[in-house]
């Protein structure tokens, strides 16, 4: 499932204001190095480049056993979610991105 896609701004009290008010998103967190929105179903946060690459992040359910990758190989987020950059082989970022809380075993 798709958690988030993520694009790069310059400015994010900037990038915040003008999707709140252009694209009728709600902030659902925001500090000076990022902010997640939503609208609807979908979520939309708002990066700087130097913060993180533009990306699709997908949510691990529970976190899979036999994929090549375990929790060791996952950094935290703020948040306690872990999460791992690969790349598709088109060179696009895909964020893996598991919520333990949510852990389903």
């Known amino acids: 499932m798709i958690d988030h896609i993520a694009i790069n701004v310059g400015n994010i009290e900037e990038a915040v204001e003008w999707y709140t008010k252009s694209a009728n998103f709600e902030t659902l967190y925001q500090d000076e190095t990022w902010a997640l929105l939503s609208a609807g179903n ?12 533009p990306h699709i992040a997908i949510e691990y359910k529970y976190l899979p056993k036999n994929n090549g990758h375990d929790l060791d190989d996952f950094k935290k987020h703020r948040d306690g979610s872990a999460y791992m950059y690969i790349k598709d082989p088109w060179d696009n970022f895909i964020e893996l991105i598991y919520y333990p809380e949510k852990d389903t075993y």
């Open 42 to 53: 979908t979520k939309l946060a708002l990066t700087l480049e130097s913060q993180h690459p």
